[in-house]
């Protein structure tokens, strides 16, 4: 991806909504943008009241990266009751998976730091036959969930680096938790 731009079928009322959310992965990215694009009262491109606004993000290479992205820091979007494009563009042009795009009054449901956050890396990410997972602090536990909320695999390696064997695992993605000194933290993984 260099850049991509998606129009919305008519325009989204975000105005009540605090966050946009989206999770990213790539293995090339060194930067993320997102901009939203509100068309204005008119509906129309060039219409004379568009209004836009772009944000960056630095994401965690080979990992899914989950921003909530306070509506806030869009500061140019002084309007959002008509959003009519979202552009995504990163550099330097990569792979880029995408998932997980809405607008919401509150942070992600999870209710944990992600990967990112916390300085807990994992890798790679897909996987195939192993994952590791490695922390700054004493990992106490790690926990593989498949989409149903079903806990399919679990380790508790009180150590700092931990390898877990994936290749029983079925393709498709999972929800990976880590404690790590006693904090919960959440990432994507996709099994091959």
Do not use: C
């Amino acid at each position: 991806m260099n850049y991509f731009g998606v129009d919305v079928t008519g325009t989204i009322d975000a105005t009540p909504m605090l966050y946009f959310h989206i999770d990213v992965w790539t293995p090339d990215l060194t930067a993320f943008k997102v901009k939203l694009v509100d068309f204005g009262a008119n509906g129309v491109y060039q219409g004379g009241d568009d209004v836009e606004f772009e944000v960056t993000r630095i994401p965690t290479l080979s990992g899914w990266n989950h921003y909530d992205i306070p509506l806030s820091e869009f500061t140019g979007l002084t309007t959002k009751g008509h959003i009519a494009q979202l552009v995504l563009s990163g550099a330097p042009a990569g792979t880029v998976y995408i998932d997980n795009v809405y607008f919401s009054k509150k942070a992600s449901t999870l209710g944990v730091a992600n990967f990112e956050m916390s300085n807990v890396m994992m890798y790679p990410n897909p996987v195939t036959n192993n994952v590791t997972i490695e922390a700054k602090g004493l990992i106490d536990a790690v926990s593989i969930y498949n989409l149903l909320g079903q806990e399919v695999l679990v380790k508790s390696p009180k150590t700092n680096s931990t390898t877990l064997q994936t290749s029983e695992l079925k393709k498709g993605v999972y929800i990976v938790k880590a404690v790590v000194d006693g904090n919960v933290t959440s990432t994507k993984m996709i099994k091959n």
